[in-house]
């Protein structure tokens, strides 16, 4: 007898192959495993706690964040700041007032247009990296149709689960960046009457998941079948960002403001600033360029991303905190090593992104081809300091 009392004095007694063990015992036991976590409830207890335990940045503190890792696209940051800012800030109301009738405040998905290499991505995993909230990238050209080859949608949601720990309370708090959305457009004007496989069906897809719903996911990835067992994520507090680069969707900008009009009443014409159209892009060219409405309207927190400038270009390289040259820096000072790069050196990669239309992206690579043989010879060398000069720069770059 495991508390040592006989079996009348007990409710009910369970009995083992070497002893007994009586329901108070069990009780007792159960609660004191309760205390360190152990049991079902104390697990689900813990886990919403974590979900809501972000860290809470004003709209201010948001973009100052941003602005130790992302140069320049200021408008850009601050409309994310405010969008994640009231994200979270919902999730605490409608949390609060959960079993009152009350306003209910509804998630504002966010859409991102800009030319490759302006930091759309980036924006994304930072804000996610200083929030702690679990985040996950979704390359949307690789999903189609639910029965064809490819990933089904809800595939996004089960690297969120992953990336969570399996955390399905946590999950449903994370960000999903869903990039390439511009890959996944309507392939002509008029409704699909057969399939769009990689097109305008997916995006008919990716409906349910923006807009708030209980979706079966496939706990680990892959296609969906009848007999596995699904995981049924709520989606209502998952923050949806997506970006893309919409190439030539100036074309269709340019069509709606008819910047060339000519003859009478041109002096009633705005003006608009035709080396940066992008910046007037609204819900009627994302139409034109192929998204469905029912998506646009899922998707109402619009903003662009400027083409990176010369100046923004040669900042990236040295001034945020994960700046290129303090990467290749530490990497000489764990050898022991001293690296000097000249100012004009800086130029010529930032001269040759431009030229090559590369963008940001294009800049580590471009380091990489000329830092590849002093990286090599250096571990290897008595020399302590390494300067790299405009010359050696030229005869690097291919």
Same mark, same amino acid.
């Given at each position: 007898?495991?508390?040592?009392?006989?079996?009348?004095?007990?409710?009910?007694?369970?009995?083992?192959?070497?002893?007994?063990?009586?329901?108070?015992?069990?009780?007792?036991?159960?609660?004191?495993?309760?205390?360190?976590?152990?049991?079902?409830?104390?697990?689900?207890?813990?886990?919403?706690?974590?979900?809501?335990?972000?860290?809470?940045?004003?709209?201010? %503190?948001?973009?100052?964040?941003?602005?130790?890792?992302?140069?320049?696209?200021?408008?850009?940051?601050?409309?994310?700041?405010?969008?994640?800012?009231?994200?979270?800030?919902?999730?605490?109301?409608?949390?609060?007032?959960?079993?009152?009738?009350?306003?209910?405040?509804?998630?504002?998905?966010?859409?991102?247009?800009?030319?490759?290499?302006?930091?759309?991505?980036?924006?994304?995993?930072?804000?996610?990296?200083?929030?702690?909230?679990?985040?996950?990238?979704?390359?949307?050209?690789? &999903?189609? %149709?639910?029965?064809?080859?490819?990933?089904?949608?809800?595939?996004?949601?089960?690297?969120?689960?992953?990336?969570?720990?399996?955390?399905?309370?946590?999950?449903?708090?994370?960000?999903?960046?869903?990039?390439?959305?511009?890959?996944?457009?309507?392939?002509?004007?008029?409704?699909?009457?057969?399939?769009?496989?990689?097109? %305008?069906?997916?995006?008919?897809?990716?409906?349910?998941?923006?807009?708030?719903?209980?979706?079966?996911?496939?706990?680990?990835?892959?296609?969906?079948?009848?007999?596995?067992?699904?995981?049924?994520?709520?989606?209502?507090?998952?923050?949806?960002?997506?970006?893309?680069?919409?190439?030539?969707?100036?074309?269709?900008?340019?069509?709606?403001?008819?910047?060339?009009?000519?003859?009478?009443?041109?002096?009633?014409?705005? &003006?608009?600033?035709?080396?940066?159209? &992008?910046?007037?892009?609204?819900?009627?060219?994302?139409?034109?360029?192929?998204?469905?409405?029912?998506?646009?309207?899922?998707?109402?927190? &619009?903003?662009?991303?400027?083409?990176?400038?010369?100046?923004?270009?040669?900042?990236?390289?040295?001034?945020?905190?994960?700046?290129?040259?303090?990467?290749?820096?530490?990497?000489?000072?764990?050898?022991?090593?001293?690296?000097?790069?000249?100012?004009?050196?800086?130029?010529?990669?930032?001269?040759?992104?431009?030229?090559?239309?590369?963008?940001?992206?294009?800049?580590?690579?471009?380091?990489?081809?000329?830092?590849?043989?002093?990286?090599?010879?250096?571990?290897?060398?008595?020399?302590?300091?390494?300067?790299?000069?405009?010359?050696?720069?030229?005869?690097?770059?291919?």
């Amino acid at each position: 007898m495991f508390c040592g009392r006989p079996e009348s004095q007990v409710p009910v007694l369970l009995q083992g192959e070497t002893g007994c063990i009586c329901s108070d015992c069990i009780k007792i036991g159960y609660e004191y495993l309760g205390e360190y976590g152990l049991t079902p409830e104390a697990g689900r207890k813990s886990s919403k706690k974590a979900a809501v335990n972000y860290k809470k940045l004003t709209p201010k %503190e948001i973009h100052a964040e941003l602005d130790q890792y992302v140069i320049g696209q200021d408008r850009a940051k601050k409309l994310l700041s405010v969008a994640v800012y009231n994200h979270y800030k919902r999730l605490e109301s409608n949390l609060n007032v959960k079993g009152r009738k009350d306003v209910e405040i509804e998630k504002s998905n966010i859409l991102m247009v800009g030319p490759t290499g302006t930091g759309k991505t980036l924006l994304a995993r930072t804000i996610a990296k200083f929030l702690d909230v679990p985040f996950t990238i979704v390359d949307a050209t690789v &999903l189609t %149709e639910a029965g064809y080859v490819g990933e089904d949608v809800e595939s996004i949601l089960s690297r969120l689960l992953q990336e969570a720990d399996y955390d399905q309370e946590k999950a449903e708090r994370g960000i999903v960046f869903i990039d390439e959305i511009d890959k996944i457009t309507r392939k002509s004007d008029n409704p699909s009457i057969t399939k769009d496989v990689g097109g %305008e069906g997916v995006q008919q897809g990716l409906l349910k998941l923006l807009e708030g719903s209980i979706v079966n996911v496939p706990p680990k990835g892959g296609r969906k079948h009848p007999e596995q067992e699904f995981v049924h994520m709520n989606t209502q507090n998952i923050l949806f960002i997506c970006g893309g680069a919409f190439e030539g969707i100036e074309r269709k900008i340019a069509q709606r403001v008819n910047t060339k009009v000519i003859g009478y009443g041109t002096q009633n014409t705005p &003006l608009y600033d035709k080396e940066n159209l &992008l910046q007037y892009v609204n819900a009627q060219d994302l139409r034109a360029y192929g998204l469905i409405p029912e998506i646009i309207g899922r998707l109402p927190v &619009l903003t662009y991303l400027d083409q990176l400038d010369r100046e923004a270009l040669k900042r990236i390289l040295t001034e945020p905190r994960n700046a290129i040259v303090k990467q290749y820096k530490k990497m000489f000072e764990l050898d022991g090593k001293t690296l000097i790069i000249d100012s004009d050196v800086l130029d010529l990669i930032v001269d040759t992104s431009i030229e090559k239309k590369l963008g940001a992206r294009g800049l580590r690579s471009i380091c990489e081809q000329i830092m590849t043989d002093a990286m090599y010879e250096a571990p290897s060398s008595p020399k302590k300091t390494w300067h790299v000069t405009l010359n050696y720069a030229k005869q690097h770059i291919n």
